[in-house]
Each structure stands twice: as structure tokens, then as C-alpha cells.
């Protein structure tokens, strides 16, 4: 099973370097904004200490990400007509969904990867712009915080996103309800920054893995390729 899924998600990958000028259009905005004046706009803040909305930003970006590159995975299959091999393929649905929502979280995390080299690189140049000492801009427990949260939440993002997608009447109905997602993400770990120890962002990060491992359980169980007709 672990090779069927690698299959898929490789297919997927393979699927996304071919377009990757139309990754690029799409994401430039995104990158530039996460990557250059978010960070630009806020260096004061964060090497004054007051990191808390930037990490939450950051991560919220993680949210925007996974679901709209969820949606695209599975829409792609019309828009590429593939959808037919996919209906009649002997890969069980559990396989298929796997396979792509793993797709999902690589190509999204890499982008974050980029976006977090910007990011930092753009507090950097600006701290030594405003005189500030030439240091990394967060502590080792916020940058394994923003390592390790992402990644987290793009398993929540993309196996509630694959459940709303199934569900949603049409593109802009899920869009729509995608943005909501990361609300409680949001919410929840603004607490958890106001006083961030090891042990608050174990106990936290672990809390959040195991509720985005039961969506995911429940994801798989509800999962139907024939619903990609409808999508």
C-alpha cells in the first residue's frame, strides 16, 4: 500500500513540476507578501520581541496553502482528463486519498520553506538596516514552532479540505469555507504564544497532531472517488 501511495503522490508531483510557471504566477503574490513585506512591514515588532501575530500569520499561510492546492489536486484530475483512469484504477479510494493529500502537504511545505528563507532574510537585511545586532530573529523555540506547526496544519488543511470539497456544490463554496479553517488555528495557539514554553508547544503541537489525525481517519472513511464527478 505504502508503494501505491508513493505512486500517486508522485504523479501528483511530477504533475505540479510540469506547471511549474503557473505555481510560480499563482504563488508569486503569495510569497511576496509572506516572504518580503509582511516580515518588512512588522521587523520592529519581532526584534523588539512581539513575534506573536507574525508566527500566527506565518502559520495561517500554511491554511491558505494546503487548501487551495487541495482543491486544485482534485480538480485537476477533469481539468487534466484523467478523471476516467482514476474512477476505474484497482488503488483502493483510502490509497488515492493518501497519495494526494501527501502531495498536497510536500508541494505546500516547500513553499513555506521558501517563504520562511524570505521571511527571515528580509527581518535580517532590515534589522542591520534599522541597527539592530546581527542575530537570528526568533528564538529556537519559535523557529521549531514555525518549522513544525505548518506541517501540522497542513494535514488538518488538506483532510478537512478533501471532506468540504466532497461536500461543497461548487469551487467558490469551498474557497469560501476553506479560509474558516484556519481560524481555530488561529485562536488557539494566539494562547498558546502568550506564554511559550517546551512543554506548552509539545503539549500543544501534540494536541493539535492527534485532532488533525481523527479528521484525517474520518476523511479516509468518508472518501468516495465517485464524488469527484460532482466536484
Known amino acids: 500500500m505504502l508503494h501505491d501511495i ?4 508522485w504523479k501528483e508531483l ?11 504566477t499563482s504563488y508569486g503574490l503569495v510569497i511576496g ?17 512581539e513575534a506573536t501575530i507574525s508566527i500566527l500569520l506565518f502559520a495561517y499561510l500554511s491554511v491558505l496553502l494546503g487548501s487551495g492546492q487541495t482543491i486544485s489536486t482534485f480538480v485537476s484530475e477533469r481539468m487534466q482528463k484523467t478523471l476516467g483512469t482514476l474512477l476505474t484504477t484497482r488503488l483502493s479510494d483510502a ?5 494526494k493529500v501527501l502531495a498536497v502537504i ?9 517563504v520562511l528563507g524570505l521571511h527571515l532574510g ?8 534599522n541597527g539592530y545586532p546581527l542575530r537570528f530573529p526568533y528564538s529556537l523555540l519559535q523557529f521549531v514552532f514555525l518549522l513544525v506547526l505548518p506541517l501540522i496544519a497542513l494535514l488538518y488543511t488538506s483532510s478537512l479540505g478533501v471532506y468540504i470539497s466532497l461536500k461543497s456544490t461548487n469551487i467558490r463554496g469551498q474557497h469560501f469555507l476553506n479560509l474558516f479553517m484556519g481560524l481555530p ?5 494566539y494562547f498558546v504564544l502568550q506564554s511559550l514554553t517546551w512543554k506548552t508547544l509539545l503539549i500543544s503541537l501534540a494536541i493539535f497532531g492527534f485532532i488533525s489525525f481523527l479528521i484525517t481517519r474520518f476523511s479516509i472513511a468518508r472518501f468516495n472517488r465517485q464524488r469527484l464527478i460532482l466536484m
Open 6 to 9: 508513493w505512486c500517486v503522490t
Open 14 to 24: 511530477m504533475l505540479a513540476r510540469r506547471n511549474l510557471k503557473s505555481y510560480l
Open 33 to 49: 507578501l509572506w516572504g518580503v513585506f509582511l516580515p518588512a512591514s512588522s521587523a520592529h515588532s519581532i526584534w523588539q520581541g
Open 95 to 99: 490509497t488515492i486519498y493518501l497519495g
Open 106 to 114: 510536500l508541494i505546500s511545505y516547500i513553499v513555506m520553506l521558501v
Open 122 to 129: 528580509t527581518l535580517i537585511v532590515v534589522g542591520q538596516l
Open 185 to 189: 488555528v488561529f485562536v488557539m495557539f
